[in-house]
């Protein structure tokens, strides 16, 4: 191990970085909070102002990934298409079966210069991480409590928001709606077979309600769909802790473009179009165990700097105060003191242990885990008896 992998791997460094995590955060958020009455007053404004205050949290843990992990990004895409990348509105369709899938979109959000204002239908839970559930608040996130009942008025309000969001925004769906796992794959592929569809190998059966939604709901204000497929080189299993180690991983990207006017607005038709791509999705996947590669060219996406400097910003403005701080309380020798600011570092190590948690597939919900939809579920509940007066 060289001296610098050493060094990345030391606990008092990750202290140092999920400290400038922490309090910029927290800024931040306070900053995002100053902005409510913007919105009354010019929401354009306030939504733009948002989107950077955003970037400086979420680019943070890309800088993470780009520059202390030095994890390379390499996208597969047609140059044509990729000329369009971060010039217009898309949805992204994205596989969910790494830990850090979130965090690789992230880096692709930033290449494109679209990290600000990415955008994603992510479940509800995930709005209470503090600094990143708080910052999506800002940023118009549409939140789903994974039951359709209650889904469908509220995701498509907030989607129908979005129709005149002043910046180019990626709105991404991970439609299999949970994170892959054997069991999950397991169940998803009985409903394909009641349903009569093709078995996925790599893929659970995608959700199609969210997905039709948003089409229907973002037609005539995002022109294509991404249908993006997410693989790791040598089977890695990256995690977040890994990256946090400073462990360097290698994530391939392959990106199709697909105009959303070719896909049908029906919800049948728009369901089977999805189920499709599902299909060639998993045919790409195949292919990528197969011969280590997705079809087509790649095409150079050089990491920017923009997410060092901000993170640099933010450690020069916080580290120095910290060290004031640690001087102080070791020079004034108060056991209270040091034993409080002790107990105030474990504390925050484990609230930032719990986030990282967040990420974790084991930990995971147990969405997707049986078989028997709500629907089946009712249709199964014994009714009540509707003509009990003549029994
Ligand atoms: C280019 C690079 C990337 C760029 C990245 C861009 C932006 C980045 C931005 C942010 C990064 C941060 C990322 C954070 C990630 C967080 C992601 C999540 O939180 S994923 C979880 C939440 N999202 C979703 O679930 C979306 C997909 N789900 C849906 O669309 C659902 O339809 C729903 C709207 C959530 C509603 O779900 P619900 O379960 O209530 O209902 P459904 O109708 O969908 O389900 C019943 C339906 O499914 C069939 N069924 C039953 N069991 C299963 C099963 N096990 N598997 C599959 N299908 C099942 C059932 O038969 C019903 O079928 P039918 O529809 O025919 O009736
Ligand atoms: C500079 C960086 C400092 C590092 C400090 C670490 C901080 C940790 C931050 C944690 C960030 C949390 C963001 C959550 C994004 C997780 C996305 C995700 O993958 O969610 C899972 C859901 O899709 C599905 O859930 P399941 O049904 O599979 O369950």
Redesign the pocket.
Known sequence: MGLLQLLKSQFLC?LL??Y???VSGLIVNLLQVFTLPLFRIHKQLARRINCRLGYAISS??V??LEW?SGTDCVLYSDPQSAKLYGKENAIVVLN?NF?I??LCGWTFCERYGVLGSSKVL??K??AY?P???WMWYFLEIVFCK?RWEEDRTTVVQSLRKLRDYPENFWFLL?CE???F?EKKHRVSMQVAESKGLPKLKHHLLPRTKGFCVTVQSLRGTVSAVYDSTLNFRNNETPT?LGV?NGKKYHADLYVRRIPLDSIPDDEAGCAAWLHKLYQEKDQFQEQYYQTGRFPGPTVSLPRRPWTLLN?LFWASLLLYPLGLLVVRVVGAGSWVTILGTVALCIGASVG?RW??G??E?E??????NRLMTRQLEARQQPQPKQNAKQC
Request: hydrophobic letters at 50%; a positive charge.
């Open positions: 990750h970085i999920c400038v995590f922490l943070q843990m800088a993470l202390w969910h830990e899938d979130f992510a479940k839970e995930l991480v600094l990143i559930g994974r991970h709606g949970t994170r796992t977040l946090l993170w930032v986030m990282i967040q990420t597939i930990k995971g919900s147990s969405y997707g």
